[in-house]
């Protein structure tokens, strides 16, 4: 809410400093920039994209417009070339890993069978007399 000041305050001022603040806020007015971050961060200049970006759109149209040409067998089609490269390219980075687990797999516990689940032991013949 905005409050106004008492007649004491303003007679207090001197008539240069009003006079003084009044044509500084004429003359910088015009001049100023405002800016929605305030005055204490920097204005940041904006920059055009680069050659990557544009190459990277055009590129992408391309595919993009491409792919909209294409009928429905032929999508689904590269859809799953692109699913089996993708799989491919997954089991060959982690063939060492796959290929220790094998090995682990094979060496202890793939061939031998699960141990019985414990049983009582049989009782002990009679004693012969």
Request: a positive charge; charged letters at 15%.
């Amino acid at each position: 809410m905005a409050t106004r000041k008492s007649a004491t305050s303003r007679s207090t001022k001197s008539t240069s400093a009003r006079a003084r603040s009044t044509t500084r806020r004429a003359t910088t007015a015009g001049t100023r920039r405002r800016t929605s971050s305030g005055s204490l961060y920097p204005r940041r200049r904006t920059s055009r994209p680069g050659l990557p970006t544009t190459v990277g759109t055009a590129l992408g149209t391309l595919v993009v417009t491409t792919l909209l040409d294409l009928s429905w067998p032929v999508r689904l089609a590269l859809i799953a070339v692109v699913v089996v490269v993708g799989l491919a390219y997954v089991v060959w980075r982690h063939r060492g890993e796959i290929a220790a687990g094998a090995a682990t797999s094979a060496g202890t516990g793939a061939t031998e069978t699960p141990p019985a689940a414990e049983t009582p032991a049989p009782p002990a013949p009679p004693a012969q007399p």
